[in-house]
């Protein structure tokens, strides 16, 4: 075990949130935005205002960065800090890799396969950080449930169209 650094780096911490926040920002912009991308489609029960993804997903990678800074300062095993970081790493992938496959591709049903796989990644990511620091795994929960919304969009929107 290491021991814990009760002084937060917030360049460290800094470095983390906008490590999230630019897989986010970076598919946005490869996908060309998320504004009108459902406009095509035959809109599901249930779909917010296009206006509330951005703000949403703003603030679940800031919380994502956060907890990730967490868990790599905690008081855990090099082994399990450095398993839980990567599979945190690998669920920003996938969730990076989705919305190219939806928004990009509009490969609907291959997306609803990869945000299943990413809902079982945010699982594992969760119980990761929750054996190694409780509120860190409890900061992605909200993460977990937006993506499950999600989840059922995609499905939705493939099942209708």
Excluded: C, H
């Amino acid at each position: 075990m290491k021991s814990e650094k009760n002084k937060i780096n917030f360049v460290e911490l800094f470095i983390y949130i906008i490590s999230a926040e630019l897989a986010g920002a970076l598919s946005a912009l490869l996908t060309g935005g998320f504004g009108g991308s459902f406009i095509k489609y035959r809109e599901p029960p249930l779909l917010p205002p296009a206006w509330l993804f951005p703000v949403v997903w703003t603030i679940l990678y800031a919380v994502m960065g956060i907890s990730a800074y967490m868990i790599k300062n905690s008081q855990a095993y090099e082994d399990d800090i450095r398993s839980a970081l990567k599979n945190y790493r690998t669920q920003l992938f996938v969730n990076f890799s989705w919305s190219i496959v939806f928004f990009r591709f509009e490969k609907l049903w291959l997306s609803a396969g990869i945000i299943i796989f990413l809902l079982v990644l945010i699982l594992k990511m969760i119980v990761d950080f929750r054996k190694i620091k409780i509120f860190a795994g409890n900061l992605n929960i909200p993460y977990f449930i937006w993506v499950l919304f999600a989840a059922y969009l995609n499905i939705a929107i493939a099942a209708i169209n």
